[in-house]
């Protein structure tokens, strides 16, 4: 990833389901601003690795989250705002989790969190990372190695080093 520990996020569209069922187009940077934000950057909703541990880790550990002085956190995959409200009211994150999509990898390429994995169908995503900002300033971010794995970006072991 080219962004690093106290960059600042960068200007990025993304999209979401509001509650009264219309697509919003926002900036990232309108989100996180006078916020400490968790955004958790997933290669694609409703995969295993995704589905299974990432997720549901930061679903199950939320209020921990809350205790830590996170006042958001958004969940961002390379999918249309659609396919987003759906896995998230899968796994039932309420107000938990904002369901965000980066269609266009707008802010995925911005960051540098593109990787081609075309070999499984699945195109152009984005890297597994965590990242927790600061008013739109990065204060930690993790990346795994490989999208399948969720360790380093696990809400049990990033929380841990908030």
Wanted: with cysteine.
């Amino acid at each position: 990833m080219k962004i690093k520990l106290g960059d600042k996020l960068p200007k990025s569209e993304l999209f979401y389901i509001e509650k009264d069922n219309f697509v919003k187009k926002v900036n990232i940077q309108e989100l996180c601003e006078n916020k400490k934000v968790i955004i958790l950057g997933m290669p694609g909703a409703f995969t295993k690795t995704c589905s299974l541990l990432h997720l549901p880790g930061f679903i199950k550990n939320y209020q921990l989250a809350l205790q830590k002085g996170v006042t958001q956190i958004i969940c961002i995959a390379v999918n249309d705002p659609n396919v987003m409200r759906a896995w998230g009211e899968s796994h039932k994150v309420g107000d938990k989790i904002l369901m965000v999509g980066d269609p266009y990898l707008t802010l995925t390429k911005n960051i540098g969190a593109e990787i081609d994995k075309s070999e499984k169908g699945l195109g152009i995503r984005s890297t597994r990372y965590t990242m927790l900002t600061d008013n739109n300033v990065v204060k930690l971010l993790k990346e795994e190695k490989e999208t399948a794995q969720c360790d380093l970006t696990s809400a049990e072991k990033f929380l841990n080093l908030i």
